[in-house]
């Protein structure tokens, strides 16, 4: 089975702060990606990667910025935390297979609340 | 790029009844169209996919059908069940190599017994 784990469910920061969200996965999965999900707006992609060190931007990558040191974790990092970065964050990994779309496996969400 | 629309975002229907889904895509390049399921809770999870040489594809009570002309798939759930009671997105590839998914906007699909 699958699993994909972050490292919180609920997370309070305040404004400025430097957060990080971690993000591990025990399917040796090439690709992992981080999601936003706000009410109404749906699930939007901030980061993908496909290989250690390696990193894409997605649709909404402004005020975060992302790590990949080992293939199984990825990290999320919001520099100076925002009010507007108040949300639900969620985690995903896939297999890559001569870049056909592969099934994307998800976390469990943290949910972040900045003050 | 590419961009998904969904509708309804919101769905109610009777136990028993059939529900449908609809997704719109913009790039017709674009050949793989899954759809996940979110609990509550939960992270969404997989529960059926088509690619672009189909034109409809089956899994017992899920079906999800493919006009490439008209750039529109869509989600078919028969004999509804409470457990069906869900967050539904559809998704489109983000990129040309099919490495991230750009997803709609979501429907809240509630089954009432």
């Known amino acids: 089975d699958v699993k994909v784990t972050q490292s919180s469910r609920y997370l309070v920061k305040r404004t400025g702060e430097k957060v990080f969200l971690e993000c591990v996965q025990d399917?040796?999965?090439?690709?992992m990606f981080w999601y936003r999900q706000d009410p109404g707006l749906g699930l939007r992609l901030i980061y993908f990667s496909y290989d250690v060190k390696m990193k894409e931007k997605g649709d909404i990558p402004e005020g975060y910025s992302v790590s990949r040191e080992k293939k199984e974790r990825f990290s999320l990092i919001l520099e100076s935390a925002s009010t507007n970065q108040t949300s639900m964050y969620l985690c995903a990994s896939s297999l890559r297979d001569r870049g056909d779309p592969y099934e994307q496996y998800f976390g469990p969400g943290t949910r972040l609340t900045v003050t | 790029g590419e961009n998904v629309e969904q509708h309804p975002s919101t769905l109610s229907v009777q136990e028993g009844d059939s529900a449908v889904i609809k997704c719109t895509y913009s790039?017709?390049?674009?050949?793989?169209f899954p759809w996940y399921k979110q609990e509550l809770g939960k992270g969404p999870q997989l529960i059926i996919d088509?690619?672009?040489?189909?034109g409809e594809k089956k899994d017992q009570r899920i079906a999800v059908t493919l006009n490439k002309t008209a750039k529109h798939f869509s989600l078919h759930i028969t004999e509804t069940q409470p457990e069906d009671s869900a967050v539904y997105f559809c998704?489109?590839?983000?990129?040309?190599?099919?490495?991230?998914?750009?997803f709609g906007k979501g429907t809240t699909l509630s089954v009432s017994s």
């Open positions: 399917m040796d999965h090439e690709n």
């Open positions: 790039d017709s390049a674009s050949n793989y």
């Open positions: 088509i690619r672009s040489n189909v």
């Open positions: 998704a489109a590839p983000f990129n040309q190599a099919g490495t991230a998914l750009i």
